[in-house]
């Protein structure tokens, strides 16, 4: 019985270009959102970006939402979800667009599923520097219940 050798080799990096691809490909979307929008192509809605920081019983989500005024954000919270809602707020200046970027601009809708139940009693949400501050808390345990066979 003859035993053979093989050396493996180890599995390719990341390319280290990687960065350099996605920023390409972010300022592409970009683009063809502002000419979209340029064309007056209606119904764009944009989803804002979001950080969450869970500490095990308790979450704090940060959702960049720049320039878009207070007054137009609207946040829902359920029992294991989180969606929040704005209205477009153009800035209006003289002359005529020639792009349309600014998530501000457009409807912004975003939906966050968990996989727990949130506490509803307990939730604060705060806007500032055009960040949307929400905490929340986890419900504690599974929230799951025996149920009797007839």
Do not use: C, H, W
Not at 36 to 62: F, K, W
Not at 65 to 71: M, N, T
Not at 81 to 104: H, M, N
């Amino acid at each position: 019985m003859e035993v053979q050798i093989v050396k493996e080799e180890a599995p390719k990096s990341i390319e280290p270009n990687i960065g350099k691809d996605i920023g390409a490909l972010e300022a592409a979307v970009k683009r063809l959102i502002s000419n979209a929008a340029l064309a007056g192509l209606s119904g764009i809605t944009r989803e804002p970006l979001v950080d969450i920081y869970d500490d095990g019983g308790r979450l704090t989500i940060l959702i960049d939402l720049p320039g878009v005024k207070k007054e137009s954000i609207r946040l829902r919270v359920g029992l294991n979800f989180l969606e929040v809602q704005a209205d477009p707020t153009p800035y209006v200046a003289a002359g005529k667009p020639t792009a349309l970027e600014r998530i501000s601009n457009f409807k912004i809708y975003r939906r966050i599923e968990f996989p727990f139940s949130l506490r509803l009693d307990d939730v604060k949400a705060v806007y500032k520097d055009g960040i949307l501050q929400v905490t929340l808390s986890k419900m504690p345990g599974y929230n799951t219940t025996e149920v009797a066979i007839e």
